[in-house]
């Protein structure tokens, strides 16, 4: 099934004289308990995103309705 694009990614690889693409990169840490503190803070600051953008859009759908009805 991908063995066409798996042909053309080889190929170019061989026109540009490149020899292995396949690198992974690791994300680094200094300890588990900081990376898992991260997260939560992450996490904490897109609930609270999410929540100032769901009003946001309550109330912007509140205005469109309004005018709706002023136009009719």
């Given at each position: 099934?991908f063995?066409?694009?798996?042909?053309?990614?080889?190929?170019?690889?061989k026109?540009?004289?490149?020899?292995?693409?396949?690198?992974?990169?690791l994300?680094s840490?200094?300890?588990?308990?900081?990376?898992?503190?991260?997260?939560?803070s992450e996490d904490?600051?897109m609930?609270?995103l999410f929540?100032?953008?769901?009003?946001?859009?309550?109330s912007?759908?509140?205005?469109s309705?309004?005018?709706?009805?002023?136009?009719r």
């Amino acid at each position: 099934m991908f063995e066409p694009l798996r042909r053309e990614k080889d190929k170019k690889i061989k026109e540009q004289g490149i020899e292995d693409l396949n690198i992974i990169a690791l994300k680094s840490s200094k300890s588990h308990l900081e990376d898992s503190s991260e997260e939560e803070s992450e996490d904490e600051e897109m609930t609270y995103l999410f929540k100032i953008f769901t009003r946001f859009m309550k109330s912007e759908m509140e205005k469109s309705k309004h005018e709706l009805k002023k136009k009719r």
